[in-house]
Nanobody, 124 residues
Framework: QVQVVESGGGLVQAGGSLRLSCAAS????????MGWFRQAPGKEREFVAA????????YFADSVKGRFTISRDSAKNTVYLQMNSLKPEDTAIYYC?????????????????WGQGTQVTVSS
């Protein structure tokens, strides 16, 4: 059974940092891209960041570029999202996803498995 589990969310003041982790299990994910999406109350789910299966390519939404970084440890089937200089508008549920596609990683359609999400709240 495939499982994708996020952790590391919480409450932080504006300007602070958080690191989210996502651990996948149940199959080999070393050939999969991994991505992060988020959904704020009343808004649609949006792309945040993605990393290719090799880790050689990373992608970011314009809203987080320069503040967030994404990395992966393929041996551990884990991806990390380091979030710095957090803003209140970053408040959302953050979802991790994995998928076998190589292109189109900014779209939720590129992903096959999703986690349940972790709440990130940034206070002003």
């Amino acid at each position: 059974q495939v499982q994708v589990v996020e952790s590391g969310g919480g409450l932080v003041q504006a300007g602070g940092s958080l690191r989210l982790s996502c651990a996948a299990s149940g199959r080999t994910f070393s050939s999969d891209a991994m991505g992060w999406f988020r959904q704020a109350p009343g808004k649609e789910r949006e792309f945040v960041a993605a990393i290719s299966w090799s880790g050689g390519s990373t992608y970011f939404a314009d809203s987080v570029k320069g503040r967030f970084t994404i990395s992966r440890d393929s041996a551990k089937n884990t991806v990390y999202l380091q979030m710095n200089s957090l803003k209140p508008e970053d408040t959302a549920i953050y979802y991790c996803a994995t998928g076998h596609k190589v292109y189109g990683l900014r779209s939720h359609t590129a992903y096959d498995y999703w986690g349940q999400g972790t709440q990130v709240t940034v206070s002003s």
